[in-house]
């Protein structure tokens, strides 16, 4: 496959930091590591599906997460911030737990990456659990991680891909993988292991275009992607076949756009030329496709895809069993918008739809199955920038995320106390 041209510099990431700021990003220590093993990811090339030599993968941890009940409905008001600007509700508790250009670990090498953006959590065999998070530079992004031991202390740091650009949202795979996502003309998406043990693999069947984030409907064995775009559209992978884990194959099969029609029925159609190697990006390759004004996060549960557009503040509901789109939510026509900037998701265990600010009130707000909006948490004299990396760790009592950039730096805090339950 041949090399894609020059990646063009997202116009938010100039606005946010101009060329002085991009300077100094990028002259921190972005890229210290302490897995030598993973920098840089395999490139698989065209493949042609099958678990081979030719068809790299990454091994599958078959480690449980706790079966959860939401608690979040029973959350009460938000309380005056903390010594670091956070709010939160009674009977919870907020630290930051990684600060741009720091060591997290004192010891270890790595320190933490600059625009921390998407990030997820996944189970390790000791009881601990590990979280991933993008970075957002142009030019110099990647992946890196926490690990935390059984008792919640931060016992590792290091990074798990690098050499790619503006690694915007993202998703985990249902076999403990990190899927990165590139938000840049002609983005890659890149299938990333968070123990930082395998280096990344490139993943071009999922498309070539300017990717926001990746989620996994586990029942259908699809791939849901996200496009951030003012005229981006949602796209679905439908593996040829299955991997050695019993879980969808990511090197070869069919990448598909929406087309919502008036009625709310969606119908798919597969796209001539999904890796963008002609002249024509994806998102126009479809005539009947339909655009969407800045797709951001997106989160598959229970038989839906919820996922979140910028330029209208609408979040969405796809049910995938009947293939009908609906808006779940619209600042627009809310009668008491407190949420606004819709941005990245994550989904609790019961179905509430947790959504990050972008600007706004710098708030992480959960929708409830009832309609309800309930605010979550808040960060105060925050200015410039944004919640990013929602992310449960598998108790489902502690809540991570990012405010990424502005005069504090990225910051990533975790939020403890009664989300869920156990079932």
Request: with cysteine.
């Amino acid at each position: 496959m041949s090399s894609p041209p020059p990646r063009a510099l997202p116009r938010r990431a100039i606005l946010q930091s101009g060329l002085a700021g991009l300077a100094t990003l990028l002259s921190g220590s972005v890229f210290g590591c302490s897995k030598d093993n993973v920098i840089g990811a395999i490139d698989t090339g065209e493949g042609d599906g099958g678990a081979d030599a030719g068809d790299p993968e990454l091994p599958y941890r078959p480690i449980a997460r706790p079966r959860l009940v939401s608690t979040i409905a029973a959350i009460g008001p938000l309380g005056d911030p903390d010594a670091n600007g956070v709010r939160v509700a009674a009977g919870f508790t907020a630290r930051v737990v990684a600060k741009t250009n720091t060591l997290p670990v004192p010891g270890k090498s790595y320190k933490w990456h600059a625009i921390p953006d998407g990030g997820g959590t996944f189970p390790t065999e000791d009881g601990g659990w590990i979280y991933v998070s993008n970075s957002e530079i142009p030019f110099a992004g990647g992946v890196g991680a926490l690990r935390f031991d059984a008792a919640g202390n931060i016992v590792d740091a290091y990074r798990v891909l690098d050499g790619t650009n503006v690694n915007c949202a993202g998703g985990p795979t249902p076999w403990n993988t990190w899927l990165s996502c590139e938000e840049v003309y002609r983005g890659q998406v890149y299938e990333c292991d968070p123990w930082g043990e395998h280096p990344a693999i490139v993943r071009p069947a999922l498309g070539t275009f300017m990717h926001e984030a990746a989620t996994f409907d586990t029942v259908a064995h699809r791939v849901y992607l996200t496009e951030d775009e003012k005229d981006g559209c949602l796209y679905r992978f439908v593996p040829d076949k299955l991997g050695s884990h019993g879980f969808p194959n990511l090197s070869a099969g069919t990448l598909e756009v929406a087309e919502v029609k008036a009625d709310g029925s969606v119908v798919w159609h597969a796209l001539p030329d999904p890796r963008f190697e002609g002249d024509v990006p994806t998102r126009y390759q479809i005539a009947a496709a339909t655009h969407f004004d800045g797709g951001e996060g997106i989160w598959w549960h229970d038989g839906v895809v919820y996922f979140t557009t910028k330029g209208d503040d609408r979040v969405w509901a796809h049910d995938t069993r009947g293939e009908r789109m609906s808006v779940l939510y619209d600042a627009a026509t809310a009668p008491d918008p407190i949420l606004t900037g819709v941005d990245n998701v994550t989904v609790s265990a019961s179905g509430d739809v947790l959504v990050a600010e972008d600007g706004g009130d710098m708030q992480v707000v959960a929708i409830l199955p009832s309609g309800e909006l309930k605010p979550l948490v808040q960060v105060v004299d925050y200015p410039d920038s944004e919640i990013t990396g929602l992310a449960f760790d598998p108790s489902g009592t502690r809540l991570y995320f990012n405010s990424q950039r502005g005069p504090r730096g990225g910051t990533t805090f975790e939020i403890t106390g009664p989300f869920h339950a156990p079932a």
